[in-house]
C-alpha cells in the first residue's frame, strides 16, 4: 500500500510551520519584520550579547543566512554588532533599548489562544524539540577536505 500524506509525521511538522508563518505575518508584516528578524531578536532578548557563531547556533542558521538579517536588524536600529575586545575576529550582537522594547511587547501572545493546546502546550513543544534534536543527532557529519 502507497504510502499516506496524513501518515508523514514531516509533513504534519511541515504545514504546521506554514500555519505558523501565515499566523505570525500579520503581526510581523506591523512592525516591519521577518518571522526569522524576530526569533532573531527572541534568542538575544534571551541570551544578550551573544557572538554571530553562537547566534547561529541557537537558531540553526548558518553564517551567511544570518548576517544579512543581522545587517538588516541593525539598520532598523533594533541591534548592535561590535568587534569582541578579545577577539577581533568575532563579532559580537546585542539588542539596543529599541530592540528590547519590541520583544518585551511579545508580538506572538496572541497566537497562544490560537494554538489551542492550553495546558498540554509546554509538552508538545518540548516533544516537538526532542523530535528535532533526535533527527539532528542521526545526520552524519559532512566530510572536511583537507
Known amino acids: 500500500m502507497p504510502p499516506k500524506l496524513s501518515n508523514f509525521l514531516c509533513f504534519a511538522v511541515y504545514s504546521a510551520n506554514l500555519a505558523f508563518g501565515r499566523a505570525y505575518k500579520p503581526l510581523l508584516d506591523a512592525v516591519g519584520l521577518t518571522y526569522t528578524q524576530y526569533i532573531t531578536l527572541v534568542a538575544l532578548n534571551e541570551d544578550d550579547d551573544q557572538t554571530v557563531k553562537a547566534l547561529g547556533e541557537k537558531l540553526f542558521l548558518e553564517s551567511n543566512t544570518l548576517t544579512p538579517i543581522l545587517k538588516k536588524?541593525?539598520?532598523?536600529?533594533?541591534?548592535?554588532?561590535?568587534?569582541?575586545?578579545?577577539?577581533?575576529?568575532?563579532?559580537?550582537?546585542?539588542?539596543?533599548?529599541?530592540?528590547?522594547k519590541l520583544v518585551e511587547n511579545d508580538l506572538g501572545a496572541p497566537l497562544t489562544e490560537a494554538i489551542g493546546l492550553g495546558d498540554d502546550f509546554p509538552a508538545v513543544q518540548q516533544t516537538v524539540a526532542k523530535v528535532r534534536d533526535n533527527l539532528l543527532a542521526h545526520i552524519p557529519a559532512p566530510n572536511k577536505a583537507d
Not at 577577539?87 to 533599548?97: G, H, K, N
Open 73 to 100: 536588524l541593525e539598520s532598523m536600529g533594533y541591534i548592535r554588532r561590535q568587534r569582541d575586545a578579545e577577539d577581533e575576529r568575532q563579532v559580537r550582537i546585542s539588542l539596543t533599548p529599541v530592540g528590547r
